[in-house]
């Protein structure tokens, strides 16, 4: 033991390092709807063995919005379990799984017989790359992907098959890309480290035993449905473009020839695969979404891309990282084949693995000016730092859904005070959001049609997507919001939550006539 942490000192370190960017303060941003629903399906199978539509122990989880995979609900079950419904129990997972892709990419480096000083500063690299700390910070599905793949891919090249089969095969729980970019990297990873027949065969076979519930919901269940709703053969804007440009030629042969969903869909795909290495989206902005990227600075290191030039041409020389090439390649296939795949961050997540790789190979490559990128670097990483914990909160609240959590909970804490609770459904979905902050049992809406203009789950609680100030009545708390329905003079305001700014974003209120404190 005493050897083993001799050895791997620095690792441990960096690793240490990573878990603190990753954990501290957990809940300095509001826990966004995606997570609030990851955490709710998690305490429902704790709770009932089944998700909140009352599906046991599903392969495919059914939300109120969409179906999910369900491996990161699963995975939450022991942190909700030891936390409860709250910031620590949604994130601790993901933060921790995204520690452990640094340790497996690490692993799987050594693997590929990369040196362990480049394995090291690659974990550096990645310790503090803002693309990964933003996706490890929250409850994302990509962490859990990550880690799935890149021990699966450790394992397989260590020919240990069954384990890599197995955790392979599990990493299509996860997230849809997962459908698309495990096949691949593990073509690609058989053409550089083959099996014989016998272990091919071993292989196939454990991973299709451990994944025949997905392929089912591929084949007739649901797992098509969500690609299939992002997909750019079937898109609406690909068939608008056909047609417009069709009319305009007068729908001749020639215009079908060159104007159909193959020929469009194609030059965007190739447009998307292209702009992933862009960058505005690697160095500069990121993703448009602010959940995602920060905005003011990119999903890498401006540093990083004179590295990433220096490294990919040290590493053309030298066939033996060929299969990190061949990685860099299949990592953004997935995320073209979909609507906006040039800019989607958790789509193209995988991408900041071995463009960490080769930002470490390029700086170990250097022969000069090693301290110079290692100040700039420093510094960029501080400058990020500042704008996350000075600035990133106020300029993100909107997209982490800020306010919820103060209102449910308000709500919680005077409901008895009220014959009745009626929520605005206009802002975003308002159910999850008071299932998951008041610890609703998953019962109650195992059969529950959400769908109306209004609906209740019980005789106390209900939801208004047509809220109106001549609807209010007496002796009932109301949640409205301010930005799609005003509130300000429908009656005695009893609590108003706003922004880091102090902008209002719901009024929480009583009846015109009702004088409850």
Not at 3 to 23: H, S
Request: aromatic share 18%.
């Amino acid at each position: 033991m005493v050897k083993l942490l001799k050895n791997n000192w620095i690792l441990i370190i960096l690793l240490f390092l990573a878990f603190f960017l990753r954990t501290y303060r957990l809940d300095y941003v509001e826990l966004f709807g995606d997570e609030l629903d990851a955490g709710y399906q998690s305490y429902s199978l704790l709770t009932t063995g089944r998700d909140y539509k009352g599906n046991l122990w599903p392969s495919y989880m059914h939300s109120f919005s969409e179906w999910r995979a369900p491996g990161l609900m699963y995975a939450m079950m022991p942190f909700i379990k030891v936390f409860g419904l709250n910031e620590w129990g949604v994130r601790l997972g993901p933060a921790m799984l995204g520690v452990l892709s640094i340790w497996g990419f690490y692993l799987l480096l050594l693997q590929i017989k990369a040196s362990k000083n480049v394995g090291l500063l690659t974990v550096f690299i990645l310790t503090i790359s803002p693309w990964h700390i933003q996706y490890s910070r929250a409850g994302f599905e990509i962490t859990l992907m990550s880690s799935l793949l890149l021990f699966g891919l450790y394992w397989l090249i260590k020919k240990r098959l069954i384990i890599s089969a197995i955790l392979l095969s599990l990493s299509l729980y996860t997230y849809s890309t997962a459908n698309i970019l495990m096949p691949l990297l593990v073509l690609l990873t058989l053409y550089f480290y083959k099996l014989n027949l016998k272990q091919l065969l071993k292989f196939v076979m454990v991973g299709i035993l451990v994944s025949i519930p997905i392929i089912y919901q591929l084949f007739f269940g649901h797992v098509a449905d969500r690609f299939g709703s992002l997909g750019l053969l079937n898109n609406k804007d690909v068939s608008a473009e056909v047609i417009e440009y069709r009319n305009g030629a007068n729908n001749t042969l020639i215009s079908k020839i060159f104007y159909n969903k193959y020929v469009i869909s194609t030059k965007k795909i190739l447009f998307n695969y292209s702009n992933a290495f862009g960058t505005n989206f690697l160095f500069n902005e990121g993703d448009v979404t602010f959940r995602h990227s920060l905005h003011q600075v990119g999903n890498l290191f401006w540093v990083e891309l004179p590295l990433i030039l220096f490294g990919l041409v040290a590493l053309l020389k030298n066939k033996k990282y060929y299969w990190i090439i061949g990685f860099l390649l299949v990592a953004p296939v997935a995320s073209s084949l979909t609507i906006d795949g040039y800019n989607h961050a958790t789509r193209l997540f995988l991408l900041v693995f071995p463009l960490s790789f080769i930002v470490a190979y390029g700086f170990s490559s250097l022969n000069k000016f090693k301290l110079v990128f290692v100040l700039v670097l420093l510094f960029e990483f501080c400058r990020f730092q500042f704008y996350y914990w000075n600035f990133y909160k106020d300029q993100s609240w909107r997209w982490w859904h800020t306010g919820y959590k103060e209102s449910m909970q308000y709500i919680n804490e005077n409901k008895d005070k009220y014959q009745k609770v009626v929520m605005d459904n206009t802002y975003e979905p308002a159910l999850i959001r008071f299932l998951f902050w008041n610890k609703i049992d998953s019962e109650k809406v195992f059969e529950l049609d959400d769908s109306g203009e209004y609906f209740c789950i019980d005789d106390k609680y209900c939801f208004d997507r047509s809220l109106k100030k001549d609807k209010v009545e007496k002796n009932i708390l109301y949640m409205v919001s301010v930005e799609r329905s005003g509130g300000n003079d429908w009656g005695k305001i009893l609590r108003t939550v706003s922004n880091y700014q102090g902008k209002p974003i719901f009024y929480l209120l009583a009846g015109p006539d009702d004088k409850k404190d």
